[in-house]
């Protein structure tokens, strides 16, 4: 499937993003594929892709600002201080995904989290794996879009040997396509070229 053009805006965009919800559109034009290097984002992200296991990703950021309130913001200092009683609360959290594995396991990738940081950030163990440049793509249609890579399964691995919870290669896959380690936008998208700028531009912070 090609880039769809939407009748509202006349704008061509991956198909996955849709034709009425505002929500992902929204998602799709300003957020994926553009390139993150703040800790706490990328953080955030890998939490909330291990919540999407299973489930569609619309369902995920229809309840983002439930999961930044349940989870302190993301703060992983305060998360990796959870206990029982943290977890239970959050069973009871209608608001977010009240899977007791996936709560566990972000408590758990919180501590190992910080410990990733006691020696380096982790904006820059991330995006070492591609030398601080992101691959790009230049996929015509979403049946050559894959679903994890050669390079997903070594940053999964790597991720999982660190003690981290619910990052396998098909997560971290998409993952890197929502950080912008991955420009996998169509070409006939129209925000292919913007994140391609986006991406040679990126610096790491220091």
């Known amino acids: 499937m090609t880039a769809t053009q939407h009748p509202q ?8 993003a849709g034709m009425n919800d505002p929500v992902y559109i929204q998602y799709h034009d300003t957020e994926w594929g ?6 706490r984002r990328l953080f955030e992200k890998v939490i909330l892709e291990g919540f999407q296991s299973g489930l569609s990703w ?8 439930n999961f930044r309130r349940a989870f302190r913001d993301f703060d992983a200092e305060k998360i990796a201080r959870y206990g029982a009683k943290d977890v239970e609360r959050l069973m009871a959290d209608a608001g977010i ?34 030398d601080g440049k992101a691959v790009i793509n230049c996929h015509r249609d979403m049946k050559d879009v894959p679903s994890e890579t050669e390079l997903s399964r070594r940053i999964s691995k790597e991720l999982k040997a ?13 993952n890197m396509q929502s950080i912008g380690l991955v420009n996998d936008h169509l070409v ?19």
């Open 9 to 16: 805006d006349d704008m061509c965009r991956c198909p996955w």
């Open 34 to 39: 553009v390139p993150v290097t703040d800790d």
């Open 58 to 65: 619309i369902t995920i950021l229809k309840k983002r600002e």
């Open 97 to 130: 995904i009240r899977n007791r594995l996936k709560i566990e396991a972000a408590i758990t990738n919180a501590r190992a989290y910080l410990k990733l940081r006691e020696t380096q950030s982790y904006a820059n163990f991330l995006w070492s794996f591609v």
């Open 162 to 174: 660190r003690g981290f919870k619910f990052v396998g290669p098909t997560t971290l896959y998409a």
């Open 188 to 206: 006939s998208c129209h925000r292919y070229q913007p994140c391609v700028e986006l991406q040679h531009k990126m610096r790491l912070p220091k």
